[in-house]
Every structure is written in C-alpha cells, then in structure tokens.
C-alpha cells in the first residue's frame, strides 16, 4: 500500500489562502480547526500553522481563544505592502548588481534561461516555484542578511496576492520578460537599472494582482 504524502501547513495555507482570493470563502466566514483538520486528513497542528501564516498576511483574523474568521486586507493596507515591498526588492537587486559573485551571475542568468521553457509550457505552478527560486537568488546576491530576512518577511505575508496574479492570462511571458530585464541589469552592474526594473516589476505584479481581483468580481 502507497502512503499518501502528508499535507503541510504551507499546502493548506496556500489551498486557503487560493479559496479566500477568488472568494470562495467570503469575509466574515468561520475557519473552524477541527473541520479543517478532517477536511485535509491531517491533526489540528498544521491546521493551527496556516492559519497564523494566513493571519500574517491579513486573509483571517485570529484572536485568542476564538475562531478564525475569514478577513482580507483592505485596500489601503495592502497597497502600503505592496509600496514597502517594491523598496525592499528593488534595493536587494541594486545591492546584486554591484555584490553579486561571477558564480551567483551565472547562475541567476541559468535559472532565468531555464524559466522560459517553463513559460512555454504553460506550467503555472513550475513557474511559482522557480519565481521563488529568481526572486531568493536575488535577496542572497545582495549579500546583506538582515535585508534577506526583512524582504522574505513581507514577501511571505504578500505571498497569497503575488501568487494569485498568474492567473491572469498572458502573465508568465510578461513576468519572464521583466525578470530579464533585471537580469540585464544585474549581469551589467548597474545599480541604478536594477532598482528600477524591480521596482517596476512589483509595480505591475500589484496591477495584475488588482485586475484580476476587479475582473473575479465582475463575474
């Protein structure tokens, strides 16, 4: 008999998280741990883990010794993090341009050549995998950890928004060529350039995220 793998609490927040967006789930809606334990077969642990991950990105409130309840972060909050996190990216790629090691060059260009067969494949959750992988060697090659820790911290609580925004038709190839357009950048040592391309990048991931969320709620 084949085990099943077991579900983790970054599987079930994602799953949730996915439900919440498209408003599956609407605001208001109670997340008992004890159904969604049954629900994903697996004990109230992971559960609880998910849910502290969604509170942190603003899609539940969740007070002490009460239910979680589905929540979404207003407009203003999430543009505020989105304005925060476009400064973060935008400096580690600066700091890359000029700290970057010639090995993490060379392997920040691999990776960005290698997304692009998963563009043409249409392979939406390939390409969130190996975003993540781009974006990382990113925050790595600025060679500044406490910079790294802060950018992963907001980008973890942006997660769910950033994620939600691929499925808008088109958006790989259009992310894959405003990936290149930092790698250019970073590939030449241009500080200036860098920044720019990544802060622009976030600029228009915010705008996909929004026009898909404008389109969901005109169905």
Same mark, same amino acid.
């Given at each position: 008999m084949i085990k099943r793998p077991r579900t983790s609490a970054e599987d079930i927040r994602q799953q949730?998280?996915?439900r919440i967006i498209c408003g599956e789930l609407a605001p208001g809606t109670p997340l008992d741990e004890t159904? $969604?334990? *049954?629900?994903?077969?697996? *004990?109230?642990t992971p559960i609880r883990e !998910?849910?502290? $991950? $969604? !509170? &942190? *990105?603003?899609?539940?409130?969740?007070?002490?010794?009460a239910r979680a309840l589905v929540a979404k972060p207003d407009? &203003?909050?999430l543009a505020g993090m989105f304005e925060v996190m476009a400064y973060l990216e935008a $400096?580690? &790629?600066?700091?890359? !341009?000029v700290a970057m090691t010639a090995a993490e060059r060379e392997a920040l260009d691999a990776l960005h050549i290698?997304?692009?067969h998963i563009v043409r494949e249409g392979d939406h959750a390939g390409y969130v995998e190996a975003n993540e992988a781009f974006h990382s060697a990113i925050y790595d090659g600025a060679h500044n950890g406490y910079l790294a820790e802060v950018t992963r911290s907001t980008r973890q609580r942006l997660q769910p928004f950033r994620r939600a925004q691929f499925q808008a038709l088109g958006r790989l190839s259009r992310s894959h060529a405003e990936h290149g357009v930092v790698v250019d950048a970073i590939l030449q040592g241009d500080r200036a350039k860098a920044e720019w391309a990544m802060r622009q990048h976030i600029a228009i991931v915010?705008?996909?995220?929004q026009d898909l969320r404008a389109t969901g709620s005109r169905r």
């Open positions: 949730l998280a996915a159904s $969604l334990a *049954s629900e994903f077969s697996v *004990s109230r !998910a849910l502290r $991950l $969604l !509170a &942190a *990105s603003g899609l539940i409130d969740q007070k002490p010794h407009d &203003a909050t $400096l580690c &790629a600066g700091l890359s !341009a290698s997304m692009a915010e705008d996909a995220y």
